[in-house]
């Protein structure tokens, strides 16, 4: 599969949830995100993110330099990922909660969720935090009420397969 069709594939799946893991020195964690864009910046392929203020995931995010992305396939993974947008990895092992299992990347330090799926691997390339005042009124009203804020994370797409 081409990047054009691979990208084709993971933005329709990308509103049912896919998987934003994150390594922080040896923690793994994994949340679920909804949003993304798929481009070409720098020169390279990039995926952008977007991680509210709040987000555990966003300590790891900022650290380090890589994430992977995981897009399921099937709806096997339909009850991790609402339980991975719901909980905490502060407060809990999500990984081992879900009963998760991780495979190493092939280009960068964060692992892969093991199941039927579009894989992105990514490189940070650069963060963008939004402000209030460079975001429009009706945005702001309508998905910032109580501020937390998105930053977002702009990497390179250092790899792409499926794993079945
Ligand atoms: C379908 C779905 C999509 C979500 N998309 C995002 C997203 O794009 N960005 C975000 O910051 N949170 C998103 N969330 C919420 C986070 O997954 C949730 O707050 C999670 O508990 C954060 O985990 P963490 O604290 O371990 O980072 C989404 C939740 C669901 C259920």
Known sequence: MDLNDFIKKAVEILPKGAFLTTKDNETVNTMTIGWGSFGF???VPVA????RESR?????MDKGCDFT???PLDDSMKTA???CGQKSGKDTDKIADC???????????????????????????????MTEELTCKEILDKWYKS???????????????ELS
Do not use: N
């Not at 952008?48 to 991680?51: A, G, L, P, R, S």
């Open 147 to 161: 501020g937390d804020l998105h930053t977002m994370y702009h990497a390179k797409i250092t790899g792409f397969y």
């Open 69 to 71: 992305l995981t897009f």
């Open 41 to 43: 910046q720098w020169g």
């Open 56 to 60: 555990h995931s966003k300590i790891a």
């Open 81 to 83: 990922l609402g339980y």
């Open 99 to 129: 009963g998760l299992k991780l495979i190493p990347a092939k280009e960068v330090s964060t692992p892969v969720i093991d199941c039927k799926s579009l894989v992105m691997e990514c490189k940070i390339f650069a963060s963008t935090p």
């Open 48 to 51: 952008t993110v977007m991680v």
